[in-house]
């Protein structure tokens, strides 16, 4: 099977970006990180890309004079390096139709609750704040709404009686490092069909 080529949109630390790397250098999932873009020039995702040989650009949306002119040129970015899914590891900003239209059903996230449960910001807080019983998190593929694009994978993690917000995404983050991978292993394996609402996994 053909090694595809990743990039990820990051925007702060880039935790997640790194268990792709890693899950990447270890032949768990058959592709390389080919691009890290960032709109946070001091984000620490580019410098993990960089410390890892990875191409390494920030993209700052002030330097275009609308929205979809700075999707156009990170479009052009991924294209430069034969892009075939773009994944989102902490970017906090709404992915726009330009984007969405160039790399249909080829755009995934990875959200910190279950899904459709506390979209948006701090989806931990939220649910703690809540008081569920259960939280966690959710790769899913990235449609023009805020986290309600198809479900690829979703892990359970309880919420304890001591927990506070921070220990509870700690453990969350944990989750999502485990299945942000495996979601794209199964990506790039040509196993995941996009089916309505619905994502369905070939065995």
């Known amino acids: 099977m053909k090694e595809k080529n990743l990039g990820v949109l990051a925007s702060g630390?880039?935790?997640?970006?790194?268990?792709?790397?890693?899950?990447?250098?270890?032949?768990?999932?058959?592709?390389?990180?080919?691009v890290v873009i960032s709109d946070n020039s001091d984000a620490y995702a580019l410098e993990r890309a960089r410390q890892a040989g990875i191409s390494a650009i920030a993209v700052n949306m002030s330097d275009f004079p609308d929205k979809a002119r700075y999707e156009q040129y990170i479009i052009k970015i991924l294209q430069e390096h034969e892009v075939h899914l773009v994944c989102?590891?902490?970017y906090m900003r709404l992915v726009g139709s330009t984007l969405l239209d160039a790399f249909a059903g080829r755009i995934m996230n990875i959200h910190p609750a279950l899904l459709p449960a506390f979209p948006g910001l701090h989806g931990q807080e939220q649910a703690w704040r809540y008081g569920v019983k259960y939280s966690g998190c959710t790769v899913h593929f990235v449609d023009g709404g805020m986290d309600t694009g198809p479900i690829i994978l979703q892990a359970v993690v309880p919420v304890y009686d001591h927990d506070t917000s921070d220990t509870l995404a700690e453990r969350i983050l944990e989750q999502e490092h485990r299945i942000y991978p495996e979601a794209?292993?199964?990506?790039?394996?040509?196993?995941?069909?996009?089916?309505?609402?619905?994502?369905r996994i070939q065995t």
């Not at 630390?13 to 080919?34: E, F, K, Y």
């Not at 990506?187 to 994502?199: A, H, S, T």
């Open 13 to 34: 630390r880039g935790s997640n970006l790194q268990s792709i790397m890693d899950s990447c250098a270890a032949g768990q999932i058959p592709a390389r990180v080919a």
């Open 88 to 90: 989102l590891a902490g």
């Open 184 to 199: 794209i292993r199964l990506y790039c394996e040509d196993k995941l069909i996009i089916d309505g609402r619905k994502v």
